[in-house]
């Protein structure tokens, strides 16, 4: 085998030099190009060498990130990194410890009353590019990712590509409010994103924020499975546009190690208003956490203070499990949450029936009768409104309906936005609203 470079490490070493360190003879060996490099910059080649070799495994040649700056950050520079410092990323990453049940048992027919939505996401990179977070330069590889992406969606999705900058604020908004972007790509100028055309949509693709490509598919109610398989479409058709950085050791390599292995996060979210009320919604949350290893979020804000009484339940780790075991970990977690809520509702009617009914009533009336509502208190009543429909106190046939109202006020309102003030949208709301109640009688 032909020996390599000392200073670059890659290119094959024409020229050798022989030195006596510490009464050792050493030889050191360079190419034409390192060679000439270390002379021109007026330094010994044998010098530049030695620093090299102390660094080898220590730092990324390709993007320059050291083992150093990754301990303090947490986050690497390209795909390369974890190659160049194998030995040292190995130790960081450790396989998980949780894995579910090797069987799929049916989900309870409930599920539906309390899964909002569920969605799946993968982290995807390109060889030789690097993370965009260590580069601050608009790169002719990032917009071949841009295009590669877009390719990729011939024959999979309707996908029109948006850049945030040619993005409203409003826009911004509903789509981070949706979870649709994040707000560190809403704040990206090299950020972009691409979006399903077609309703209800479901696919979505942000290119270029922690890592260059973020697909995800979202799904109303309880369906991991469907978002999985959907988003699955798009992550083979992607593999063929562009060089999609992997490892045997790894899997997808990713700018921050913690989603390194499948890339794929899986999460539901969760109707808990009874764990809420109770007060149980913590001990919920760090039983999942214990026995699972889940991440379990507020739709804003943590534990108690959730709003909308939603709650987000995600797996943490992606690195020694494979795609099919995320999904089944989430699957048998989230049945045994909502097992936990129904548990606490069956608790919180025995001391509270009347108060709890009446005000159920009450918001119901008030989504029936309303001529203006303004989107938080509307929010608020479908709380009460959702838990009439699981009591079967209501004349509401499923949750599915109310969860889909939400969605249809935001973009039909989106449509009216401009210069329409709050007070005209508070009223177009409140009647959207009550067509729909009046409709499901
Ligand atoms: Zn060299
Ligand atoms: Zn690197």
Not at 39 to 51: I, Q, T, V, W
Not at 166 to 172: A, E
């Amino acid at each position: 085998m032909q020996r390599s470079c000392d200073i670059c490490g890659k290119r094959e070493a024409t020229r050798a030099e022989r030195a006596v360190e510490n009464n050792m003879q050493t030889e050191y060996a360079y190419c034409e190009a390192c060679y000439a490099f270390a002379l021109k910059s007026g330094r010994l080649p044998r010098e530049m060498a030695r620093e090299r070799l102390a660094k080898r495994g220590k730092e990324c040649p390709q993007c320059g990130c050291t083992l150093e700056k990754f301990k303090q950050s947490y986050m690497l520079g390209c795909p390369d990194c974890y190659r160049n410092m194998r030995d040292a990323i190995a130790v960081c990453v450790r396989p998980t410890v949780y894995m579910p049940r090797p069987v799929d048992d049916p989900a309870p027919e409930w599920m539906g009353n309390y899964v909002v939505s569920s969605r799946v996401r993968f982290a995807r990179n390109v060889e030789g590019v690097p993370f965009p977070g260590s580069s601050r330069d608009a790169d002719r590889r990032i917009a071949d990712i841009v295009k590669g992406a877009c390719a990729a969606t011939q024959g999979v999705f309707e996908a029109q590509l948006h850049t945030m900058t040619s993005l409203s604020d409003l826009k911004k908004k509903m789509l981070i409010e949706r979870h649709v972007i994040s707000l560190g790509l809403a704040n990206s100028d090299m950020g972009a994103v691409i979006l399903e055309k077609t309703e209800p949509s479901e696919l979505s693709v942000m290119l270029n924020e922690e890592d260059h490509i973020r697909e995800q598919c979202t799904v109303a109610g309880f369906g991991l499975r469907r978002a999985y398989d959907r988003l699955k479409s798009y992550d083979t058709a992607l593999a063929r546009q562009l060089n999609i950085a992997r490892d045997a050791q790894f899997g997808y390599l990713t700018a921050c190690p913690s989603n390194v292995g499948t890339g794929m996060r899986a999460s539901v979210m969760l109707f808990l208003p009874a764990l809420k009320r109770t007060g149980m919604i913590d001990k919920a949350i760090s039983a999942m956490r214990e026995r699972y290893g889940l991440t379990v979020r507020g739709y804003y804000g943590e534990g108690s203070d959730a709003a909308y009484d939603m709650y987000q339940l995600s797996n943490s780790t992606t690195f020694g499990i494979d795609d099919g075991n995320i999904l089944r970990l989430v699957e048998q977690s989230a049945v045994e949450m909502v097992g936990l809520e129904r548990e606490a509702l069956v608790m919180l009617l025995g001391s509270k029936k009347t108060e709890i009914i009446d005000k159920i009533f009450r918001s119901y009336g008030v989504l029936g009768s309303a001529y203006s509502i303004s989107s938080a208190e509307l929010m608020e009543k479908l709380v009460d409104v959702k838990l009439g429909v699981i009591l079967g106190v209501l004349p509401i046939k499923d949750v599915a309906s109310l969860n889909e109202l939400i969605w249809a006020c935001a973009s039909s309102l989106e449509i009216l936005n401009g210069d329409v003030g709050e007070e005209e949208h508070n009223i177009a709301r409140a009647r959207l609203v009550r067509k729909h109640i009046a409709e499901e009688k």
